[in-house]
T-cell receptor
Framework: AQTVTQSQPEMSVQEAETVTLSCTYD???????LFWYKQPPSRQMILVIR??????QNATENRFSVNFQKAAKSFSLKISDSQLGDTAMYFC???????????FGKGTHLIIQP | DADVTQTPRNRITKTGKRIMLECSQT?????MYWYRQDPGLGLRLIYY???????NKGEISDGYSVSRQAQAKFSLSLESAIPNQTALYFC???????????????FGAGSRLTVL
């Protein structure tokens, strides 16, 4: 069975700071996909970033980047120049290539303070 | 229009009532999913379907049933709702493996269900 662990239930930083959200995972698959999803107060689930395990280069999307450490099974999300609109729940998720979609972590509630 | 549409957005019901949550998608994807979100627990898979004739149980299927009426429609039913089924329910769809958007879930806006 695959698992995803987010060890930070809540984080709070000042606007414009850089923040890193942690995620570790476990899977027996060699090829898999990792994701970060954002859920703002509107409750919509929004894809932030996607990483394919066989690609060594860390994915980036504007102010969002990941630190993918395959051997350590770690997949952290870095948000640079944080903005008030980044306030949301952030979920790390794993697709281990099985037939049953994504496995999600329990989430990190990120609060950006003005 | 949204790629994935869920109805109703919010529903309050009583214990023992039958409830259906509906989902339709315009992405043309075969794969559809129902997830449940509870505070502190993340999202957990209830059921998933890879085509009209393919229905599979997820991690927490007890107390739920589904129907895949067409490629674009996937409904979730609670035959006799109970209070611990109070949660936020998400429908999602994904492209098959191999393409550029492979494995990416596109979610509906969620259906908030409260069982009294």
């Amino acid at each position: 069975a695959q698992t995803v662990t987010q060890s930070q239930p809540e984080m709070s930083v000042q606007e414009a700071e850089t923040v890193t959200l942690s995620c570790t995972y476990d899977t027996s698959e060699s090829n898999y996909y990792l994701f970060w999803y954002k859920q703002p107060p509107s409750r919509q689930m929004i894809l932030v970033i996607r990483q394919e395990a066989y690609k060594q280069q860390n994915a980036t999307e504007n102010r969002f980047s990941v630190n993918f450490q395959k051997a350590a099974k770690s997949f952290s999300l870095k948000i640079s120049d944080s903005q008030l609109g980044d306030t949301a729940m952030y979920f790390c998720a794993l697709d281990g290539g099985g037939a049953d979609g994504l496995t999600f972590g329990k989430g990190t509630h990120l609060i950006i303070q003005p | 229009d949204a790629d994935v549409t869920q109805t109703p957005r919010n529903r309050i019901t009583k214990t023992g009532k039958r409830i259906m949550l509906e989902c339709s998608q315009t992405k043309g994807h075969d794969r559809m999913y129902w997830y449940r979100q509870d505070p502190g627990l993340g999202l957990r898979l209830i059921y998933y379907s890879f085509d009209v004739k393919d229905i599979n149980k997820g991690e927490i299927s007890d107390g739920y049933s589904v129907s895949r009426q067409a490629q674009a429609k996937f409904s979730l039913s609670l035959e006799s709702a109970i209070p611990n089924q109070t949660a936020l329910y998400f429908c999602a769809t994904s492209a098959p493996p191999g393409g550029s958007g492979a494995n990416v879930l596109t979610f509906g806006a969620g259906s908030r269900l409260t069982v009294l």
